[in-house]
């Protein structure tokens, strides 16, 4: 069966530090990836999606980056982080040739930048 | 672009008693795919119920049911016979059904119901 993996679980930074969460998916081959991140009480935001190996579509300009150097791995990350940076990120995969696939959802990394 | 609104942020049900939390969305698509997720206080998406757009025919998943209103774009999950575990952050999501490039599988969320089961 398939799962995926998202790490940390929690993480505190602070302002101007660099970020790197990871996430990994087992047991899919060219699964589609996502970052999405959900502010508190709020709805889930697509920041970034691909669907290979090196493609990345942004959905919205911001503080932050995504890379895919392996095909189930999907890393988010930042330079320099920002206080509005803070919040709830979810990866999530979904399988690329099933159109009604739905999105799988890793447990998620709480940032807080202090 | 394809947006998606869910109009309760708050919502409370008896136990034992049936809950309808509401969905509207805009496309100009005629082949999608609706989907709610359930989130609990630990925040694990959960897929509750999924419906494509080609099916006249309401999706149900024990509990869970749906009036899909394709013409009205309203997308309503039923949930009969609350129970506690159900209490938790509901979203409606919408995915574009396309093919080849276009198959991003993205989906567009509500900003969802918070649901209270009382007991």
């Known amino acids: 069966s398939q799962t995926i993996h998202q790490w940390p679980a929690t993480l505190v930074q602070p302002v101007g530090s660099p970020l790197s969460l990871e996430c990994t998916v087992e047991?899919?081959?060219?699964?589609?990836l996502y970052w999405y991140r959900q502010a508190a009480g709020r709805g889930l935001q697509l920041l970034f999606y691909?669907?290979?190996?090196?493609?990345i579509s942004s959905e919205v300009p911001q503080n932050l980056s995504a890379s895919r150097p392996q095909d189930r791995q999907f890393i988010l990350s930042s330079k320099k982080l920002l206080l509005s940076d803070s919040g709830f990120y979810l990866c999530?995969?979904?399988?690329?040739?099933?159109?009604?696939?739905?999105?799988?959802f890793g447990n998620g990394t709480r940032l807080t930048v202090t | 672009a394809q947006t998606v609104t869910q109009s309760q942020p708050e919502m409370s049900v008896q136990e034992a008693e049936t809950v309808t939390l509401s969905c509207t969305y805009d496309?100009?698509?005629?082949?999608?795919?609706l989907f709610w997720y359930k989130q609990p206080p630990s925040r694990q998406m959960i897929l509750v119920i999924r419906?494509?757009?080609?099916?006249?025919q309401n999706a149900t998943e024990n509990r869970f049911s749906v009036n899909f209103q394709k013409a009205a774009k309203s997308f309503s999950l039923k949930i009969s016979d609350s129970q506690l575990g159900d209490a938790a952050m509901y979203f409606c999501?919408?995915?574009?059904?396309?093919?080849?490039?276009?198959?991003?599988?993205?989906?567009?969320f509500g900003q969802g119901t918070t649901l209270q089961v009382k007991p």
């Open positions: 047991g899919t081959s060219n699964p589609n």
């Open positions: 691909s669907v290979g190996i090196g493609q």
């Open positions: 419906q494509e757009a080609y099916k006249q």
């Open positions: 496309t100009s698509e005629s082949d999608y795919y």
């Open positions: 999501a919408y995915r574009s059904a396309g093919f080849g490039s276009s198959n991003t599988g993205k989906l567009i």
């Open positions: 999530a995969w979904s399988g690329g040739t099933r159109t009604n696939s739905p999105l799988h």
